[in-house]
């Protein structure tokens, strides 16, 4: 199923028609609201359930511009949802019409809109429209109006007990997905659901330690679980350390590790700079060498600071030389404060 | 760069593929129907960037200018919630007279009441409501419920129903439901009332004719905050005075928008709310002289509170800094800044307009020096000087620099090695660490360096050559990668944020504002218009 949906986005963006297999071979049963090739109501020209429905066509205006060469069941499922809005029909073939709508373009906001209308009136059991959204999901994982209507949808159900295996599931195939996290981080906070978040960042992080959402993930759960105490950055400076040790030169740890150092004003400094000094010993971290600079450039001894000096050429000159302008400028920033001690 | 050719700069092939998105789009590009006010502006801006705008014939013109009049919500259709559609998806759809309770999700009397799972969606019932409740007839009367605290809206509420002769009665709603985070609560109507209930009889006129409380159209026909932004800007390349514009209509509609948070949603019809929309809500105001609607104290917090460990701006507070929020946070404080300081001012002279065009250097970040010197051509940008104060003093030193060092970092210094990605170069820049470069990035990334002054700190060159090699050389346009098909998108985000940067030579490319996202020229034309001396 994962196969046939991958190849259907690759011919057509929005033009999703048959992207289900028949039920027969499907490893989860349908829900009453997904398009299925046998089940699309079009063309409704020639269906008897809608035969009491005169469609309604766009109107353009006399000159219309960035025209979209609709095709004819985009056009004619279109003119049906219009004449459903006007009526205001919030009925079980209108849900299943913005179904339709929704397969055709993911983005239109008002089809969306008009769905959550149907599902209050119809009173629509809404676990099996959650299921719905669900199996849609891999289709258009980025989409905006999707993961809203979820997030509704988790709202209204009051229950977030299927939201981390999903979203640790959609993950799977985009590790980054900005919307997934969000969602995941939401009900975090929303339903205060924390448990096992650290070790699910840390997977992913053995999976890819160069997930950066994980890292930040990471931060944000520490942020409203236990904090950043003391002991805590210890123990995530230890964390990081390690994956440091894996990739050096890997810019989302040494972020993380900055967080980590900004966090605390009494943070552990010396432990901090021991440790980039020994990564920078063995190799030629250009985000180490960075870090350094940062540590040097918060002491004011100006052995530290012309130091920070050095790096900063040697980091323009030779490491790092896409940013000689940039390190230049650290320089002279550097240089600047000198003075002004 | 070891001997590749330099890529050439395919103008007229950019021209073609932008004038020909300006008017049809295949039936792949579906998924932007509700979108194509943002697809015009791509092409608009992006033609107006490459001097090719003026060979747009008139006649083309007035019926682009008439094309995105026909998609505004003005106060006299009876909207009171105004901006501007996307498309034409539902324009036309009317109201019928058969009498149906609003979109106010909350009340309607068929679904029962639970107690903590109500379905309590104030962003979905509230502005939709008043799409509603404030069309024109006078004999009609309402029970509103309003939150305690909201003691501003009720003013704008009362405003606009005096305009329309209606009489609303306001009550706090002291058993607010467990309020959900970053709800638009503005107002809804009053719980279990049945549609035609009789108030009482001190009151006026109460026959409440439902089919009557709508405005001729649909609910669900709403603006989108997007779109009334992309309209504006589109209006201003096209050289209209803007003196169609409902304004008033145009600012409730941007005010209904905000969240408690600061933030705001695209429309009325509810939506995820984060910084793009502030962007959105940010340049609006900017065009419109008129910050009023907002509360700027409030978007200035989010905004702030979106910037993350990692130094710059996440989509929230906590999410993960990335490039195109970073640049609407940049752009949107810069913005609001700007507003804030213009809003108490009184003259409207060209002189006392903070946002007049300045001849810019690259203002540095902290009072220290910039190396100016070999950045190319430096675009004349009418962002001032003084709203950057603005933004510096929101932003501590430390802050700003860590912001400039994350953007700083998002140029690779590696290139794609994918099969695909023949054409690859290196110099593009990322959205997020450990990410692919991207075109459309040279623009969020680039753009945001130019506001804090710092963009010619980018190796320029092999930014260059990297949005050169997305060239798609047989349609035109650009790609996010070498290895990717073209889009409107990335098209007009490599242009502006090449001529953002001063890449291309002036002659193929002019010089395009940083916070506005359009060419210099179309800003003086905006300033031209004094619109803040207009009533």
Same mark, same amino acid.
């Given at each position: 199923?994962?196969?046939?949906?991958?190849?259907?986005?690759?011919?057509?963006?929005?033009?999703?028609?048959?992207?289900?297999?028949?039920?027969?071979?499907?490893?989860?049963?349908?829900?009453?609201?997904?398009?299925?090739?046998?089940?699309?109501?079009?063309?409704?020209?020639?269906?008897?359930?809608?035969?009491?429905?005169?469609?309604?066509?766009?109107?353009?205006?006399?000159?219309?511009?960035?025209?979209?060469?609709?095709?004819?069941?985009?056009?004619?499922?279109?003119?049906?949802?219009?004449?459903?809005?006007?009526?205001?029909?919030?009925?079980?073939?209108?849900?299943?019409?913005?179904?339709?709508?929704?397969?055709?373009?993911?983005?239109?906001?008002?089809?969306?809109?008009?769905?959550?209308?149907?599902?209050?009136?119809?009173?629509?059991?809404?676990?099996?429209?959650?299921?719905?959204?669900?199996?849609?999901?891999?289709?258009?994982?980025?989409?905006?109006?999707?993961?809203?209507?979820?997030?509704?949808?988790?709202?209204?159900?009051?229950?977030?007990?299927?939201?981390?295996?999903?979203?640790?599931?959609?993950?799977?195939?985009?590790?980054?997905?900005?919307?997934?996290?969000?969602?995941?981080?939401?009900?975090?906070?929303?339903?205060?659901?924390?448990?096992?978040?650290?070790?699910?960042?840390?997977?992913?992080?053995?999976?890819?330690?160069?997930?950066?959402?994980?890292?930040?993930?990471?931060?944000?759960?520490?942020?409203?679980?236990?904090?950043?105490?003391?002991?805590?950055?210890?123990?995530?400076?230890?964390?990081?350390?390690?994956?440091?040790?894996?990739?050096?030169?890997?810019?989302?740890?040494?972020?993380?590790?900055?967080?980590?150092?900004?966090?605390?004003?009494?943070?552990?400094?010396?432990?901090?700079?021991?440790?980039?000094?020994?990564?920078?010993?063995?190799?030629?971290?250009?985000?180490?060498?960075?870090?350094?600079?940062?540590?040097?450039?918060?002491?004011?001894?100006?052995?530290?600071?012309?130091?920070?000096?050095?790096?900063?050429?040697?980091?323009?000159?030779?490491?790092?030389?896409?940013?000689?302008?940039?390190?230049?400028?650290?320089?002279?920033?550097?240089?600047?404060?000198?003075?002004?001690? | 760069?070891?001997?590749?050719?330099?890529?050439?700069?395919?103008?007229?092939?950019?021209?073609?593929?932008?004038?020909?998105?300006?008017?049809?789009?295949?039936?792949?590009?579906?998924?932007?129907?509700?979108?194509?006010?943002?697809?015009?502006?791509?092409?608009?801006?992006?033609?107006?960037?490459?001097?090719? !705008?003026?060979?747009?014939?008139?006649?083309?013109?007035?019926?682009?200018?008439?094309?995105?009049?026909?998609?505004?919500?003005?106060?006299?259709?009876?909207?009171?919630?105004?901006?501007?559609?996307?498309?034409?998806? #539902?324009?036309?759809?009317?109201?019928?007279?058969?009498?149906?309770?609003?979109?106010?999700?909350?009340?309607?009397?068929?679904?029962?009441?639970?107690?903590?799972?109500?379905?309590?969606?104030?962003?979905?019932?509230? #502005?939709?409501?008043?799409?509603?409740?404030?069309?024109?007839?006078?004999?009609?009367?309402?029970?509103?419920?309003?939150?305690?605290?909201?003691?501003?809206?009720?003013?704008? !509420?009362?405003?606009?129903?005096?305009?329309?002769?209606?009489?609303?009665?306001?009550?706090?709603?002291?058993?607010?439901?467990?309020?959900?985070?970053?709800?638009?609560?503005?107002?809804?109507?009053?719980?279990?009332?049945?549609?035609?209930?009789?108030?009482?009889?001190?009151?006026?006129?109460? *026959? !409440?004719?439902?089919?009557?409380?709508?405005?001729?159209?649909?609910?669900?026909?709403?603006?989108?905050?997007?779109?009334?932004?992309?309209?504006?800007?589109?209006?201003?390349?096209?050289?209209?005075?803007?003196?169609?514009?409902?304004?008033?209509?145009?600012?409730? *509609?941007?005010?209904?928008?905000?969240?408690?948070?600061?933030?705001?949603?695209?429309?009325? %019809?509810?939506?995820?709310?984060?910084?793009?929309?502030?962007?959105?809500?940010?340049?609006?105001?900017?065009?419109?002289?008129?910050?009023?609607?907002?509360?700027?104290?409030?978007?200035?917090?989010?905004?702030?509170?979106?910037? %993350?460990?990692?130094?710059?701006?996440?989509?929230?507070?906590?999410?993960?800094?990335?490039?195109?929020?970073?640049?609407?946070?940049?752009?949107?404080?810069?913005?609001?800044?700007?507003?804030?300081?213009?809003?108490?001012?009184?003259?409207?002279?060209?002189?006392?307009?903070?946002?007049?065009?300045?001849?810019?250097?690259?203002?540095?970040?902290?009072?220290?020096?910039?190396?100016?010197?070999?950045?190319?051509?430096?675009?004349?940008?009418?962002?001032?000087?003084?709203?950057?104060?603005?933004?510096? %003093?929101?932003?501590?030193?430390?802050?700003?620099?860590?912001?400039?060092?994350?953007?700083?970092?998002?140029?690779?210094?590696?290139?794609?090695?994918?099969?695909?990605?023949?054409?690859?170069?290196?110099?593009?820049?990322?959205?997020?660490?450990?990410?692919?470069?991207?075109?459309?990035?040279?623009?969020?990334?680039?753009?945001?360096?130019?506001?804090?002054?710092?963009?010619?700190?980018?190796?320029?060159?092999?930014?260059?050559?990297?949005?050169?090699?997305?060239?798609?050389?047989?349609?035109?346009?650009?790609?996010?990668?070498?290895?990717?098909?073209?889009?409107?998108?990335?098209?007009?985000?490599?242009?502006?944020?090449?001529?953002?940067?001063?890449?291309?030579?002036?002659?193929?490319?002019?010089?395009?504002?940083?916070?506005?996202?359009?060419?210099?020229?179309?800003?003086?034309?905006?300033?031209?218009?004094?619109?803040?001396?207009?009533?």
């Amino acid at each position: 199923r994962k196969r046939r949906r991958r190849e259907a986005q690759r011919t057509q963006r929005g033009s999703l028609y048959f992207c289900v297999p028949p039920s027969c071979v499907a490893s989860t049963p349908m829900t009453d609201f997904e398009v299925q090739e046998d089940k699309t109501m079009y063309p409704f020209s020639t269906n008897p359930e809608w035969s009491d429905i005169t469609p309604l066509k766009q109107d353009d205006g006399p000159n219309p511009v960035v025209s979209i060469l609709y095709s004819k069941r985009f056009s004619e499922s279109m003119d049906y949802f219009r004449a459903i809005l006007q009526k205001d029909e919030r009925s079980p073939r209108a849900l299943r019409l913005c179904s339709e709508i929704i397969d055709l373009n993911s983005a239109n906001y008002t089809a969306w809109h008009f769905r959550r209308a149907c599902l209050k009136e119809l009173d629509s059991n809404l676990t099996e429209e959650l299921k719905y959204v669900s199996e849609i999901t891999l289709q258009t994982p980025k989409n905006y109006q999707l993961w809203f209507h979820r997030r509704k949808l988790v709202e209204w159900l009051n229950d977030p007990s299927l939201e981390l295996e999903f979203t640790a599931k959609v993950l799977e195939s985009d590790s980054k997905n900005y919307h997934v996290w969000s969602h995941r981080s939401w009900v975090n906070q929303h339903f205060n659901l924390w448990d096992g978040e650290l070790a699910f960042t840390k997977s992913l992080l053995e999976q890819d330690l160069r997930n950066n959402s994980a890292f930040n993930h990471r931060y944000t759960v520490v942020k409203h679980t236990t904090g950043f105490t003391r002991e805590v950055i210890q123990s995530e400076s230890r964390f990081v350390f390690e994956l440091i040790t894996k990739a050096p030169n890997n810019e989302s740890a040494w972020n993380y590790l900055r967080g980590l150092f900004d966090t605390n004003e009494f943070s552990q400094h010396d432990e901090f700079q021991r440790f980039t000094e020994d990564v920078i010993s063995g190799t030629k971290s250009v985000h180490a060498y960075s870090f350094l600079v940062d540590i040097l450039m918060r002491r004011k001894q100006n052995s530290d600071l012309l130091r920070a000096v050095e790096i900063c050429k040697n980091l323009g000159s030779e490491l790092d030389e896409i940013r000689v302008k940039y390190w230049k400028y650290v320089e002279k920033l550097i240089r600047q404060q000198i003075q002004d001690e | 760069m070891e001997g590749k050719q330099d890529y050439i700069f395919l103008k007229k092939r950019h021209i073609s593929y932008l004038r020909r998105s300006l008017s049809i789009l295949p039936s792949s590009t579906a998924n932007y129907d509700t979108s194509r006010m943002t697809v015009l502006f791509f092409s608009l801006s992006g033609l107006d960037i490459l001097h090719a !705008l003026d060979d747009v014939p008139e006649q083309e013109i007035q019926e682009i200018v008439e094309w995105i009049y026909s998609l505004q919500l003005t106060s006299e259709d009876g909207y009171p919630c105004g901006g501007f559609r996307g498309g034409h998806c #539902v324009t036309n759809v009317a109201a019928e007279a058969t009498p149906q309770d609003s979109y106010n999700i909350g009340h309607s009397n068929k679904i029962k009441q639970q107690t903590s799972n109500q379905y309590n969606d104030h962003q979905m019932s509230s #502005v939709c409501q008043t799409n509603g409740i404030l069309s024109k007839n006078s004999n009609t009367e309402l029970d509103v419920r309003i939150n305690e605290g909201d003691s501003s809206i009720p003013q704008k !509420l009362l405003k606009m129903c005096n305009g329309n002769k209606k009489k609303i009665n306001l009550s706090s709603d002291t058993n607010n439901a467990k309020g959900l985070s970053n709800t638009n609560t503005v107002y809804s109507k009053s719980d279990g009332k049945p549609p035609f209930s009789n108030l009482s009889s001190n009151q006026e006129d109460i *026959h !409440l004719q439902f089919s009557s409380v709508y405005a001729s159209q649909s609910p669900l026909d709403t603006g989108h905050i997007a779109m009334t932004y992309t309209a504006l800007a589109s209006l201003l390349l096209l050289g209209d005075d803007l003196a169609r514009v409902d304004k008033e209509a145009v600012l409730q *509609h941007v005010a209904s928008l905000q969240c408690p948070d600061g933030s705001f949603l695209s429309n009325a %019809g509810g939506s995820e709310n984060d910084l793009r929309f502030v962007y959105c809500a940010a340049v609006i105001c900017h065009i419109l002289a008129d910050s009023s609607a907002i509360n700027i104290d409030a978007a200035v917090t989010y905004i702030t509170d979106c910037l %993350g460990y990692a130094g710059a701006l996440g989509q929230g507070a906590l999410q993960e800094s990335h490039g195109g929020s970073t640049y609407c946070g940049v752009a949107a404080l810069h913005l609001l800044g700007a507003l804030k300081k213009n809003a108490g001012n009184v003259s409207a002279s060209k002189d006392n307009d903070a946002t007049a065009t300045n001849e810019t250097d690259n203002a540095t970040v902290t009072s220290n020096v910039a190396a100016n010197d070999s950045s190319a051509a430096v675009a004349a940008s009418s962002y001032d000087s003084e709203a950057d104060t603005e933004l510096h %003093g929101l932003l501590s030193p430390r802050e700003l620099d860590s912001l400039v060092r994350w953007l700083i970092m998002r140029q690779q210094d590696t290139c794609d090695t994918t099969p695909e990605a023949v054409n690859a170069r290196e110099g593009g820049l990322q959205g997020r660490p450990n990410k692919p470069a991207d075109t459309c990035y040279t623009f969020w990334v680039g753009a945001a360096l130019k506001l804090l002054g710092c963009e010619h700190l980018l190796d320029l060159n092999s930014l260059l050559q990297f949005v050169l090699s997305t060239q798609d050389p047989v349609t035109g346009g650009l790609a996010k990668h070498s290895s990717s098909g073209a889009d409107g998108l990335h098209t007009y985000l490599g242009l502006s944020g090449m001529a953002v940067l001063g890449l291309l030579p002036l002659q193929d490319a002019m010089p395009v504002d940083p916070a506005l996202n359009m060419t210099c020229r179309a800003v003086k034309h905006l300033r031209d218009l004094n619109l803040r001396s207009r009533r």
